[in-house]
């Protein structure tokens, strides 16, 4: 949102398990009219889902640029090591979207994997805090809103929620401005969207 503004421009999806974030996650990198988008995949649901091949080096994921799609198997460079294969593809995502203009996209799907309410990558920070003056906006997606970091919820732009009947989850999307007798309440599939610069809301449904 925003393109060239140094509005924050981080995108937060929140709900239970099943009620259709990465859904929403998917379509929305396939709609948005993107330079790139970067996907950190280590469970291959992404490249499965999206039918696309999911790439492994330094190479590999240069040349995906130009297709637009950089799908990172974390498991071909880093065995055994996730956490340093996130925060490389965090800093690789960073670096490459500084080359050009256009809106980049980086999704992290299951965000609670890799940072919490006390500890976040400087890597994925970094992306957070100033990924916006390189025209690059993290779309995250996590059951529990209550343990992302500041860093994250403080630059987010847009909160989506998906139903969820986690009591700490919707205390955390009341604190986020969210409307929770709505969200408690939406039928699995459906979402309604804030917007903390605009005060906007949206809803909709996947399924
Ligand atoms: N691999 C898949 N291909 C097609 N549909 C799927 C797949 N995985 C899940 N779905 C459908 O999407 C629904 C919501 O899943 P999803 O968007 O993955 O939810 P969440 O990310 O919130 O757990 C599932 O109930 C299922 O019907
Ligand atoms: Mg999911």
Redesign the pocket.
């Given at each position: 949102m925003g393109d060239h503004t140094l509005e924050p421009a981080n995108t937060l999806?929140v709900?239970?398990?099943?009620?259709?974030?990465?859904?929403?996650?998917?379509r929305y990198l396939l709609n948005a009219p993107a330079a790139c988008r970067f996907i950190f995949d280590d469970l291959g649901?992404a490249a499965?889902?999206l039918k696309v091949r999911p790439v492994g080096t330094v190479k590999q994921c240069e040349d995906a640029l130009a297709s637009r799609w950089v799908i990172f198997n974390p498991h071909v460079m880093f065995p055994g090591a996730t956490r340093d294969a996130f925060r490389w593809f965090c800093k690789w995502t960073y670096e490459v979207s500084k080359r050009g203009p256009g809106k980049k996209l980086l999704l992290v799907?299951?965000i609670w994997q890799w940072q919490n309410n006390l500890a976040i990558p400087q890597e994925l920070a970094l992306v957070c805090q100033t990924g916006r003056e390189e025209n690059l906006e993290l779309v995250c997606?996590t059951?529990m809103p209550h343990k992302i970091n500041s860093s994250i919820t403080g630059q987010s732009t847009e909160l989506v929620c998906?139903r969820t009947d986690e009591r700490l989850a919707l205390d955390a999307v009341r604190d986020l401005r969210g409307d929770v007798a709505k969200v408690e309440n939406l039928p699995?599939?459906h979402w309604i969207s804030y917007n903390r610069i605009t005060r906007g809301e949206l809803a909709g449904r996947?399924?």
């Amino acid at each position: 949102m925003g393109d060239h503004t140094l509005e924050p421009a981080n995108t937060l999806l929140v709900g239970m398990t099943g009620s259709g974030k990465s859904t929403f996650a998917y379509r929305y990198l396939l709609n948005a009219p993107a330079a790139c988008r970067f996907i950190f995949d280590d469970l291959g649901r992404a490249a499965t889902r999206l039918k696309v091949r999911p790439v492994g080096t330094v190479k590999q994921c240069e040349d995906a640029l130009a297709s637009r799609w950089v799908i990172f198997n974390p498991h071909v460079m880093f065995p055994g090591a996730t956490r340093d294969a996130f925060r490389w593809f965090c800093k690789w995502t960073y670096e490459v979207s500084k080359r050009g203009p256009g809106k980049k996209l980086l999704l992290v799907d299951e965000i609670w994997q890799w940072q919490n309410n006390l500890a976040i990558p400087q890597e994925l920070a970094l992306v957070c805090q100033t990924g916006r003056e390189e025209n690059l906006e993290l779309v995250c997606a996590t059951q529990m809103p209550h343990k992302i970091n500041s860093s994250i919820t403080g630059q987010s732009t847009e909160l989506v929620c998906f139903r969820t009947d986690e009591r700490l989850a919707l205390d955390a999307v009341r604190d986020l401005r969210g409307d929770v007798a709505k969200v408690e309440n939406l039928p699995m599939g459906h979402w309604i969207s804030y917007n903390r610069i605009t005060r906007g809301e949206l809803a909709g449904r996947v399924f």
